[in-house]
């Protein structure tokens, strides 16, 4: 039958998520923490064996065997050490571990001098570990009680971290959903992951989304790392990568790999683009992301918090992939300039402002999925915009040519006016 020990280990266990054993070390760093502190010193290395069934247990001091140094020598390694942290601190770089291979070291914690060993053990060698079996005289005190307590503490913690750490490794690139907690000073917002909590940057935040805190979201998990506070996660809303894992989550075409994503253009929270391939014949890529009655992409548009998203057909030719990049615009003729990598898209007039899009997003996304850069040309009025100019460019142009055409439909309107009032004049006689 379990002791009452045993049990509220157990207890601990099944509470934190932690194995047995890893409790178990906890406990006996506590025990080897508390009799240094009452019966001990900081120069033993403490290995203990505690039986949770019995509540015995044995101390060892753990100690490996060197040659003999003299004080002498010890104080001359001192002086070369610090003679070369001075020299690497001057050339502004680190001691190598060549450099100090050759300068005598004890560690009076680790290790024992082999004249001191043969005093306990007659017949040892160098490098052999020496357990010495320590005396425990009595019951510890209400000091050493307190260290073990922080000590289990400060152990348990630590299991928790790695156990979320390696947990959360296996999240890294994929799609979690979690809570809103708050707002930081720095703008950034810390999200609720259950265990821990995770960290989304301004930077990776949509600013038309709020966060309001409670709400529950879906975030992209960008990176998992261990700092010294513990796992430190960093999440995004805004990642190019984000649309990628959420149709593997929700198209198991694309999961399975049966149809594969060639690239992605994102304005976060505004559209992107996605172009999609596949090998196989009888299957439709544009028609398995879309969905029956468009099923599977309102599932995605809602997780990507309304962004619009066009689904592009992937092809090796160029021109075609550019045309079909620069919808919903139908776009005439595409022309290459292999050496600038610039395409110049020609559209009729009534495709021009759907070729560029709301300040130039439609031309840039497309763009920025295919690789080169697009100028897109009015068949019509010979207008044309790059998508490398800025949206403030664009804007600007947009209006002045608007401005033009204004002008132009006032003087038409004049021309009518004093065309219908000749008209009248005329009948008038």
């Avoid at 809103?180 to 989304?209: F, S, W």
Wanted: aromatic residues 4%.
């Amino acid at each position: 039958m379990a002791s009452e020990i045993a049990k509220s280990i157990q207890i601990i266990c099944d509470e934190k998520g932690l194995d047995y054993e890893i409790v178990m070390e906890a406990i006996q760093s506590a025990l080897g923490a508390a009799y240094k502190k009452d019966f001990g010193h900081k120069q033993q290395n403490i290995k203990v064996d505690f039986n949770a069934e019995t509540g015995d247990m044995r101390m060892w001091d753990v100690k490996t065997v060197v040659k003999d140094i003299t004080e002498e020598e010890l104080e001359q390694a001192q002086e070369d050490l610090v003679k070369l942290r001075e020299l690497a601190a001057e050339e502004k770089r680190e001691l190598t571990e060549e450099e100090v291979a050759s300068i005598p070291r004890f560690n009076p914690k680790m290790e024992m001098m082999i004249s001191a060993a043969k005093e306990i053990k007659k017949k040892v060698k160098l490098d052999e570990v020496l357990e010495v079996e320590l005396e425990i005289p009595g019951d510890f005190g209400r000091m050493a009680a307190q260290t073990a307590k922080q000590v289990i503490i400060q152990k348990l913690r630590e299991a928790e971290r790695i156990n979320v750490f390696e947990d959360f490794q296996e999240q890294e690139g994929k799609i979690v959903q979690a809570t809103v907690q708050r707002r930081d000073r720095q703008g950034n917002i810390i999200i609720d992951l259950g265990k821990i909590t995770g960290i989304l940057p301004q930077a990776e935040q949509i600013q038309r989304e709020f966060y309001r805190p409670g709400v529950r979201m879906k975030f992209y998990v960008m990176s998992v790392g261990m700092g010294n506070r513990g796992p430190e996660i960093v999440l995004s809303r805004a990642h190019q990568d984000m649309v990628r894992a959420v149709f593997e989550q929700e198209i198991p075409e694309i999961g399975n790999n049966e149809v594969e994503i060639k690239g992605i253009a994102r304005d976060p929270g505004n559209r992107s683009k996605v172009a999609v391939w596949t090998g196989d014949e009888s299957i439709d890529p544009i028609g398995s992301c879309i969905g029956q009655r468009g099923s599977r992409i309102t599932t995605i548009i809602d997780e990507l918090g309304g962004e619009k998203v066009d689904i592009i057909q992937y092809n090796d030719d160029v021109q075609e992939f550019i045309k079909e990049a620069l919808s919903p615009a139908k776009v005439s003729t595409v022309e290459l300039d292999e050496k600038e990598k610039v395409a110049i898209a020609k559209v009729a007039e009534d495709q021009f402002s759907l070729a560029i899009g709301k300040s130039g997003q439609n031309v840039r996304l497309a763009a920025s999925l295919t690789g080169w850069q697009i100028n897109v040309v009015d068949l019509g009025e010979g207008k044309e915009v790059s998508s490398e100019q800025s949206e403030d460019e664009v804007k600007e142009k947009s209006e002045v040519e608007t401005l033009e055409e204004v002008e132009e439909k006032k003087v038409d309107d004049v021309e009518e006016k004093k065309d219908a009032v000749e008209e009248k004049s005329e009948e008038k006689k």
